[in-house]
């Protein structure tokens, strides 16, 4: 008690009383550092989860295509010449009627067998050459039976997209539809329950799909139907679906 006067005391040392009021203070800190983490639970506890939807269908104005030569030979050299001759012809076209996006997709040249009592005999050769190209689907059925006249002899697929500008305005509106979901199912569920909806704490944009173009694959008939110098193919598009996905946490 005495050593406890001393410090106390005027007289005592100032190093000494420049220490006392440190007590309290540690104190108080210790005191918000224990409180906060059982504030921060708290609010995290009292948070709603959602995840909204959205959906924005576009029409789709250009067709993407994919056509090619394919040549059967008894030599592989025949074929090959074949093949490119048809080729250059049918890209020559193409590029007259300036489609967009024309690129080759595939170069191939393989052997042909037939099988008959267990054994195998060379029959000659396949060789095929395949491009892609992107054209107005407007025009579409007219280069395609221009394209057969040109050379091609197969049609792989055709698929129907809009531009890039359209996909980027759907792929912002369907954002905007997501996220005006999740809001609403926040506001049912806190109002069945007489809560408030408060701030968004947390946002997260799950995805903003692009859409992959749907291949219209082209039968036999329909092919032997484009050989016919009179006809024009109809072409006709596809709406295409744009969606996005939006996760709020939404403190109340």
Wanted: aromatic letters at 4%; proline letters at 5%; hydrophobic letters at 45%.
């Amino acid at each position: 008690m005495k050593r406890v006067a001393e410090l106390a005391s005027p007289s005592a040392p100032s190093t000494w009383r420049r220490c006392l009021p440190i007590v309290p203070v540690t104190i108080g800190l210790l005191g918000l550092l224990l409180a906060s983490p059982a504030l921060a639970q708290e609010r995290l506890l009292r948070t709603l989860t959602v995840t909204g939807q959205g959906i924005e269908n576009i029409p789709t104005t250009l067709a993407q295509v994919q056509l090619g030569v394919e040549v059967q030979g008894e030599t592989a050299a025949t074929v090959q010449q074949e093949v490119a001759r048809r080729a250059d012809a049918v890209v020559a076209f193409l590029r007259s009627q300036n489609v967009d996006k024309l690129a080759t997709t595939g170069v191939s040249l393989n052997p042909r067998y037939s099988y008959e009592n267990n054994r195998q005999e060379l029959q000659g050769y396949v060789g095929t050459n395949t491009v892609s190209f992107q054209v107005p689907i407007a025009q579409a059925g007219q280069i395609l039976d221009r394209a057969v006249q040109a050379g091609a002899t197969r049609i792989d697929s055709i698929g129907f997209i809009a531009t890039d500008s359209a996909i980027t305005a759907a792929q912002q509106q369907a954002l905007r539809k997501a996220t005006q979901d999740a809001q609403r199912q926040a506001d049912v569920v806190l109002s069945t329950l007489n809560l408030t909806r408060q701030e968004v704490v947390n946002i997260q944009i799950n995805n903003a799909e692009m859409p992959i173009p749907r291949p219209l694959l082209m039968s036999a008939p329909q092919m032997a139907a484009m050989k016919m110098e009179d006809a024009v193919s109809p072409i006709a598009g596809r709406e295409q679906e744009v969606k996005a996905s939006v996760t709020l946490q939404i403190r109340y």
